[in-house]
């Protein structure tokens, strides 16, 4: 596809510069971060998975993990800057965070990014058993599972057991109550207060039984989601366990850099 300059300070690569100039539509970095934290999950899960398999080094698992470690801490926010507007598989919100472990990972090993051969691959390696068609919807399930459970249900039921205390308070209250703009029969202000609850109830019901679907992930390498593949999200929204065998649909793309004053030239 030709080379392309990146900033020589960023640990993105060709694929994420790409999208960056193609796409400059409305504010940057407007991909959630949720998703990139979804994506290390998924890369870290993978890596551990694919070194159980023989087909990744310890080493390289290792290094992967500890970058994706690095990314959940919010260390590297300002390494993923690309927008919402992409291709329709998300291949490059795939591709920026493979680019950044790998660049990163390089790094970490004691070398210079641009210079020498890569010491993490970010399509054989951090991408390996993978496709974007697969790993964007895992990484949406992986953080929508963990908004639901961390922020979602903790704030309902906060909410719900504020409104359960007023419902108390409020027994004795006598109102009106209203039929459009007719009088109805009274009812006390903490049994109006009682239908909030049940309501915030069925909700909390609702979104715990949607838990199970969403730890179903579309994983497999194959693009179409078809692979053989266990992967287990625990209560905490993380990807513990992911079973790839099959590698045959991996596209490699090896992409090398040279060093250019204030940018490095890419090359995929």
Request: aromatic share 6%.
């Amino acid at each position: 596809m030709g080379s392309v300059e990146v900033p020589a300070d960023k640990y993105w690569g060709a694929q994420t510069e790409r999208s960056r100039n193609n796409f400059k539509i409305g504010s940057a970095a407007s991909m959630p971060l949720e998703i990139v934290y979804g994506f290390a999950y998924l890369k870290k899960a993978a890596a551990f998975t694919n070194a159980e398999l023989g087909v990744l080094t310890t080493e390289k698992r290792d290094l992967i993990a500890l970058v994706c470690d690095e990314v959940l801490a919010g260390k590297l926010d300002d390494q993923f800057p690309l927008v919402i507007w992409q291709t329709g598989s998300g291949t490059q919100s795939n591709m920026n965070v493979n680019e950044v472990i790998a660049n990163r990972a390089h790094e970490i090993a004691g070398k210079v990014i641009g210079e020498g051969e890569k010491t993490i691959q970010p399509n054989d390696d951090v991408n390996k058993s993978q496709s974007s068609n697969d790993t964007f919807p895992t990484g949406m399930h992986i953080a929508c599972y963990q908004k639901i459970i961390k922020t979602t249900i903790p704030g309902i039921e906060q909410l719900r057991n504020t409104l359960q205390k007023k419902s108390e308070d409020f027994k004795s209250v006598v109102k009106i109550g209203r039929t459009h703009l007719m009088d109805a029969t009274p009812l006390t202000l903490g049994q109006e207060f009682s239908g909030y609850v049940a309501q915030l109830n069925f909700a909390l019901k609702a979104l715990r039984n949607s838990l199970e679907h969403l730890s179903q992930l579309a994983l497999g390498g194959t693009a179409v989601g078809t692979g053989r593949v266990l992967c287990v999200i625990n209560e905490w929204g993380w990807a513990t366990r992911v079973h790839i065998p099959d590698e045959s649909q991996i596209a490699a793309i090896e992409p090398s850099g040279v060093v250019s004053g204030g940018l490095r030239e890419e090359r995929a």
